[in-house]
C-alpha cells in the first residue's frame, strides 16, 4: 500500500536546499553549499534524503511548446456522461499524450485537463478522442495568452 502522508521538510537548511532547487534545478552542489551553509558533502547527503524522501520528486527541462509544434494551450473540464460510470477517467486517457496535466477538481466536473496542441483542428480531434476514450462531456477553455506558468514551489 502506498504511503500517502506527505513528505516534510526536517528544518531551514532542507527548506533552503529545496527553495534553491525550485529556483535554479541545475544548481550545483558547491552552489547549494554556500547558499545553506553547509559542506558539499552534507549538502549531497541532504539532496539525496530530500530526494529518497519524496520532497524533491524528480528534475525536468522546461521546453517551450511553440517551440516544439504545440502553441495551443487549452483547459478541458470532463464531466462523465454517467455518474455511475467508474472514475477511471485518468487511466482512460494517459495514453493521449497532448495531455499534459489531469487534476480532480470540485464543482460540477469531476477533471479539468490542460493540453497542448498544433492547432485548433487538432484541438478538435482531441476533444473528440477523449470524448470516446472516457465517455465523458467537456467544456474546453482556450489559452488566448499565458502570463506564467511553471512558477517555483517554495516552502512555506
Same mark, same amino acid.
Given at each position: 500500500?502506498?504511503?500517502?502522508?506527505?513528505?516534510?521538510?526536517?528544518?531551514?537548511?532542507?527548506?533552503?536546499?529545496?527553495?534553491?532547487? !525550485?529556483?535554479? %534545478?541545475?544548481?550545483?552542489?558547491?552552489?547549494?553549499?554556500?547558499?545553506?551553509?553547509?559542506?558539499?558533502?552534507?549538502?549531497?547527503?541532504?539532496?539525496?534524503?530530500?530526494?529518497?524522501? %519524496?520532497?524533491?520528486? %524528480?528534475?525536468?527541462?522546461?521546453?517551450? $511548446? =511553440?517551440?516544439? %509544434?504545440? $502553441?495551443?494551450?487549452?483547459?478541458?473540464?470532463?464531466?462523465? &456522461?454517467?455518474?455511475? *460510470? $467508474?472514475?477511471?477517467?485518468?487511466?482512460? &486517457?494517459?495514453?493521449?499524450? =497532448?495531455? =499534459?496535466?489531469?487534476?480532480?477538481?470540485?464543482?460540477? !466536473?469531476?477533471?479539468?485537463?490542460?493540453?497542448?496542441?498544433?492547432?485548433?483542428?487538432?484541438? =478538435?480531434?482531441?476533444?473528440?478522442?477523449?470524448?470516446?476514450?472516457?465517455?465523458?462531456?467537456?467544456?474546453?477553455?482556450?489559452?488566448? *495568452?499565458?502570463?506564467?506558468?511553471?512558477? $517555483?514551489?517554495?516552502? !512555506?
Amino acid at each position: 500500500m502506498a504511503n500517502d502522508t506527505p513528505a516534510h521538510l526536517d528544518d531551514d537548511i532542507d527548506a533552503g536546499i529545496v527553495r534553491a532547487m !525550485s529556483l535554479d %534545478g541545475r544548481a550545483t552542489l558547491a552552489e547549494l553549499s554556500t547558499t545553506v551553509g553547509l559542506s558539499v558533502s552534507a549538502v549531497q547527503a541532504r539532496l539525496r534524503k530530500l530526494e529518497t524522501r %519524496g520532497v524533491i520528486t %524528480g528534475y525536468r527541462a522546461l521546453v517551450d $511548446p =511553440e517551440s516544439v %509544434g504545440k $502553441p495551443l494551450a487549452a483547459f478541458v473540464e470532463i464531466t462523465p &456522461l454517467d455518474p455511475g *460510470q $467508474p472514475d477511471n477517467a485518468p487511466e482512460l &486517457l494517459e495514453h493521449l499524450t =497532448e495531455i =499534459e496535466a489531469c487534476h480532480s477538481i470540485a464543482g460540477d !466536473s469531476a477533471y479539468m485537463l490542460l493540453v497542448r496542441v498544433a492547432s485548433p483542428r487538432h484541438l =478538435e480531434s482531441l476533444i473528440r478522442d477523449i470524448r470516446s476514450a472516457a465517455s465523458v462531456n467537456t467544456h474546453t477553455t482556450v489559452v488566448l *495568452q499565458t502570463f506564467y506558468e511553471n512558477r $517555483p514551489i517554495l516552502p !512555506s
